[in-house]
């Protein structure tokens, strides 16, 4: 009698949804959105003398934004993710159309595809830097065989940063387009053949507007995450080409600037909420498959 | 088992509206209509996988309302449209799931999943340890109907079991499924839009239509006897006439379109001046030569457009010369090689049919 | 496309897949070369691994990484299975706005997510440490854990949980006995990702952890600043090895559900 009473009992909990959504609401709502909040209120705050908050009110973190300095590490950093973005989808396109029209090899050129999504940044960004110090294998070799006498400088430039970013985001950006291209049936490609359309003109009037979701999801998903990263710009750029993402672990860390840092990131965040306004509207779709696809 | 003004709606579309519905035990009982009609819906109102509207009615079997009870307390069992066997458990355990719910005893579970599968004609032996993925289309079929009828459920709810599979097997496990209905006095509430199957199968077919029941009645009365328009166009083939009720004389009224006339037998209700539809069905129409015809049948000229050639029978495609409508006669074929049929497109001719053949229409010819 | 693919098509996917993995390649090769400061090969060598072996920091951070990505793992699979059945199997007030609302987390960059929290600790009071680090990590798990899941559930055939409750299994029965075995593959992928997510974080963790707790991404971000010396790339070797095999079972799971 009791067993069963246990039983219905269960049977209640599960079936009501508030009961399952309960537990991991909660989680993210302390602890994802109620943070956010924080991080808002902070940057209107006052700075603490040793870290921290003052009570008060103040616009002065943000207006701080127009001095030429930080405007400077704005744009930066916003053209440094749109080109990383450009040269991901460049070269994230053609992967990603190779894959999806691929026979037999497809499920190992995906697996590899998906390999870095699952590998740690780390460990990536050191490869990188291991590869493009001036010791680094690249200019070793190089000197080796006699291409070059002085090592080349790459390290800690603007250039490595981007090598490093593309390096890091180029999956984002080819597991969308491949989601998408992978749904185009051939049967589509051949009807446009049949109808006389030379491969140019199938590419053009045919794949390139149907990926179009998987375009704008994988470029999201590139230029998000690039715009706050700060790993890459810290590691490879050597802390020299300043981005936001340095700035705000900056105001962080050594110059103890909370509100200031809650302000950046806050910045940060609204250019992220744009996007994600975006990828809602036109490829939500696109970014599910590409996660299915890396789970 | 009784559905009381039950109503469901989705959103802004009502699925069924204020529906009342009898079927006694053992019954074979089919719910007929073309998809969007809400059969589906009313299958599953009663298996308990929907819930009525508020004040959506009352749904009972043997007598007792269920309205507020899942599906799990209610005593009948379904056979879903694609089967739904568990992929990820064998054929045995996948019969037995049911009897594991009811804490049935081991030894008795083995005894009955294996006369169970015997009983859909499956081979306990060879069959019993295979998962879905192995089985054939018409396999799965025989093990999803093992499934619902093991637990010996007092309904079988049956949402259109035979659309997947092909054309002969489907014929065979339409004569097995009355059989067993038969001989296991379990109700069987039928859900398909094959109008041929229904016919076939049941002791009474519903016809629904957007979320209502059209007429119920047993086979031959829907096909011979549809009260409307959507019946007699949805089951089987019809022709449509209409017309005015002129005058009555000798037990037949006349009707009188603009430029054709017919006559139908009088019947309560009609009165001079009243509006008529009649059905005639394709198998009663003859189409003969022109002044070949006896006195008491109607007549219509028309012009043969089209002979189509059916197998079994011809179908005589005419063109009513006063109405340019389009009327269908079904031939019989009696070997187009040896015997060939007469007429050809353009061919001058009579179409007749008794008036005891006409179907009156209680609604208007949508 | 009917035809073969153009051939420079081959050239570009060949040298982009070449550019993704050959570094690593490279990278856990030179774990094993005899030179310290030389990029050039000087023969074979355990000597990185022996010196990783040797340092309390690196294997103490190895084995934090280790429970936290586990216990996050754990929890965060159980509550965001929870989550995407309540989305993907229920009608209620306000659910596509949750659910739009679920990708939120996916795309807020890490760096606010960590201030975001480390601010909220700060006003809380709370100290820092492996449970404010747990905390965190679950709370950007979950919502990828979800999203996973639910993939797979709104691809789930419903009729499947109807058939099991016209046979007499109640809500619980039903999820414990069909739903589940069903996402199996599903859950195991959400909950492998969790885990490499977790495993993988640094700049999450370089917020919310205290002195004296180091993962060991923060550990050997640490040595990647002061000096690169090829214990890293024994360090790195290990790790690569451990989101390795994870891949490899993700994958070899997931085939066995689809077939």
Redesign the interface.
């Known amino acids: 009698m009791k067993d069963v009473r246990k039983q219905r009992l269960l049977a209640r909990i599960v079936s009501k949804p508030t009961t399952l959504l309960a537990p991991a609401g909660f989680w993210l709502l302390l602890f994802f959105i109620i943070p956010l909040g924080v991080m808002v209120v902070y940057s209107f705050m006052p700075r603490g003398i040793y870290g921290g908050v003052e009570p008060g009110f103040t616009l002065e973190h943000y207006l701080r934004f127009l001095d030429p300095l930080y405007l400077t590490i704005l744009l930066r950093t916003v053209l440094m993710a749109a080109g990383c973005t450009a040269v991901c989808l460049l070269l994230g396109y053609p992967v990603a159309f190779a894959i999806s029209r691929a026979r037999r090899w497809k499920h190992i050129l995906l697996l590899l595809v998906i390999m870095p999504f699952w590998t740690s940044f780390l460990v990536r960004t050191f490869a990188m830097i291991f590869l493009m110090r001036d010791t680094g294998l690249i200019n070793t070799t190089l000197m080796r065989i006699g291409v070059i006498t002085e090592p080349i400088v790459m390290l800690y430039t603007p250039f490595a940063v981007m090598v490093g970013l593309v390096y890091t985001f180029l999956p984002f950006m080819i597991l969308p387009i491949y989601a998408s291209l992978e749904r185009l049936p051939n049967s589509i490609l051949e009807a446009a053949e049949v109808l006389g359309a030379k491969p140019a003109a199938r590419f053009r009037r045919i794949i390139l507007p149907l990926s179009g979701p998987g375009v704008v999801a994988g470029s999201l998903l590139v230029f998000v995450p690039a715009l706050g990263s700060f790993i890459p710009s810290d590691l490879l750029g050597g802390a020299k080409q300043m981005l936001i993402g340095n700035l705000v672990q900056n105001q962080f860390g050594a110059a103890r600037n909370w509100p200031f840092g809650s302000a950046a990131s806050f910045v940060v965040m609204g250019v992220v909420l744009i996007g994600v306004l975006v990828y809602l509207r036109s490829g939500r779709g696109e970014v599910t498959t590409a996660l299915q696809d890396a789970g | 088992m009784e559905f009381r003004g039950v109503s469901k709606t989705f959103g802004n579309t009502r699925a069924v509206t204020s529906l009342s519905l009898q079927i006694p035990p053992g019954e074979f009982f089919s719910l007929l209509g073309p998809s969007g009609c809400g059969k589906t819906t009313t299958l599953r109102l009663l298996?308990?996988?929907e819930e009525p509207d508020r004040d959506g009615g009352a749904i009972f079997i043997d007598g007792v309302p269920v309205t507020d009870r899942?599906?799990?307390e209610r005593d009948?069992?379904?056979v879903?449209?694609?089967y739904?066997?568990?992929?990820?458990l064998s054929v045995a355990r996948n019969v037995a799931?049911?009897l594991e719910?009811?804490s049935v005893p081991a030894a008795e579970r083995v005894r009955r999943v294996r006369d169970t599968l015997a009983l859909v004609r499956l081979d306990p032996g060879q069959f019993g340890n295979r998962m879905p993925?192995e089985l054939s289309g018409g396999q799965r079929q025989r093990v999803a109907l093992a499934?619902?009828l093991v637990?010996k459920p007092s309904i079988l709810?049956l949402d259109e079991p035979l659309g997947a599979i092909d054309l002969k097997l489907r014929k065979q496990m339409q004569l097995e499924l009355k059989a067993l209905n038969r001989t296991l006095g379990i109700t069987f509430v039928y859900v398909t839009h094959d109008q041929e199957e229904a016919l076939t199968l049941s002791d009474r077919i519903a016809v629904m239509d957007q979320g209502r029941v059209i007429q119920i009645g047993a086979p031959a009365e829907i096909y011979e006897c549809p009260r409307s328009a959507f019946v007699a166009e949805f089951i089987g083939e019809s022709n449509f006439l209409s017309g005015i009720a002129r005058e009555e004389r000798d037990g037949l009224w006349t009707i009188g379109g603009n430029e054709l006339e017919f006559q139908i037998p009088a019947q309560p209700g009609i009165g001079t001046g009243s509006p008529i539809n009649v059905a005639v069905r394709p198998e009663w129409l003859r189409v003969c030569p022109p002044g070949q015809a006896s006195h008491e049948a109607n007549r219509i000229p028309a012009t043969v457009r089209e002979v189509v050639y059916l197998g079994e029978t011809l179908q005589v495609v005419a063109e009513v010369t006063a109405t340019r409508q389009t009327m269908r006669v079904t031939v019989p074929n009696e070997g187009q090689l040896k015997n060939p049929i007469v007429w050809n497109p353009g061919d001058e001719v009579v179409l007749t049919w008794l008036p005891g053949d006409c179907q009156v229409l209680q609604e208007g010819v949508s | 496309m009917t035809g073969r693919l153009p051939r420079w098509l081959g050239g570009v996917t060949g040298s982009v897949l070449l550019f993704l993995h050959l570094p690593i390649l490279i990278l856990v090769a030179f774990s094993f070369n005899a030179s310290r400061f030389s990029a050039g090969w000087a023969g074979f060598t355990l000597d990185w691994y022996r010196a990783m072996i040797n340092r309390p920091d690196i294997l103490r951070g190895l084995s934090l990484s280790l429970q936290i990505g586990l216990v996050s793992a754990i929890i965060s699979t159980v509550l965001g299975t929870a989550l995407a059945l309540a989305l993907h199997r229920y009608r209620f007030r306000g659910r596509a706005t949750l659910e739009s609302a679920m990708y939120v987390p996916l795309v807020t960059p890490e760096i606010v997510v960590g201030i975001s929290l480390l601010a909220l600790f700060a006003a809380l009071n709370v100290s820092l440490g492996r449970v404010t680090i747990l905390i965190a990590h679950v709370a950007f798990s979950i919502s990828f854990v979800t999203v996973i899941i639910g993939a797979r559930l709104a691809g789930m055939?419903r009729?499947?949980e109807?058939?099991?409750?016209?046979?007499?299994?109640?809500?619980f029965?039903t999820l414990i006995?069909?739903t589940i075995?069903?996402l199996m593959p599903g859950v195991v992928a959400g909950g492998l990702l969790a885990f490499t997510l977790s495993f993988d974080d640094y700049v999450i963790t370089s917020f919310v952890t205290g002195s004296g707790t180091s993962t060991l991404p923060v550990v050997v971000y640490g040595m990647v600043r002061r000096t690169i010396e090829p214990t890293v790339n024994a360090v790195s070797a290990v790790v690569l090895a451990v989101t390795t095999l994870l891949i490899y079972l993700a994958d070899w799971i997931s085939r066995r559900g689809t077939?």
């Open positions: 298996a308990g996988l899942r599906p799990y009948l069992s379904m879903f449209q694609h739904a066997l568990f992929p990820h799931f049911g719910q009811r993925s499934r619902a637990i709810l | 055939d009729s499947l109807e058939a099991a409750l016209t046979l007499g299994a109640d809500e029965t006995r069909v075995p069903q077939e």
